[in-house]
């Protein structure tokens, strides 16, 4: 059993950057894949960024050359670092965790990943 905490998000304006900090419960975090997912309101979760076991790094494009997706084994933590927010960014974001030692997933499949935390609220005001 993982437990995901996500923390970090808040009310900025857009341009502005924020960092999302994803903490993990356990001994087990290094040996799973990890994703970030969004939901803006009447929307479906979709994909952000994950990050694979063998060290692969994965975005979607609207966070291609804006978001960075990044892990600490020894804190058992995964970031994703967001700069030049638009108003669009808005959304509840989600960490995931692959199931233990996944080396092959679809990263922007919500169905690949095994836990989930409660999500932190970020919003970007124009």
């Known amino acids: 059993q993982v437990q995901l905490v996500e923390s970090g998000g808040g009310l900025v304006q857009a341009g502005d950057s924020l960092r999302l900090s994803c903490a993990a419960s356990?001994?087990?975090?290094?040996?799973?894949?990890m994703g970030w997912f969004r939901q803006a309101p009447g929307k479906e979760r979709e994909f952000v960024a994950g990050?694979?076991?063998?060290?692969?790094?994965y975005y979607a494009d609207s966070a291609k050359g804006r978001f960075t997706i990044s892990r600490d084994n020894a804190k058992n933590t995964m970031y994703l670092q967001m700069n030049s927010l638009k108003p669009e960014d808005t959304a509840v974001y989600f960490c995931?965790?692959?199931?233990?030692?996944?080396?092959?997933?679809?990263?922007?499949?919500?169905?690949?990943?095994?836990?989930w935390g409660q999500g932190t609220q970020v919003t970007v005001s124009s």
């Open positions: 356990g001994r087990t975090f290094s040996r799973r894949a």
């Open positions: 990050r694979g076991l063998s060290g692969g790094t």
């Open positions: 995931a965790a692959a199931s233990l030692a996944k080396m092959t997933l679809v990263h922007d499949d919500p169905h690949e990943y095994a836990y």
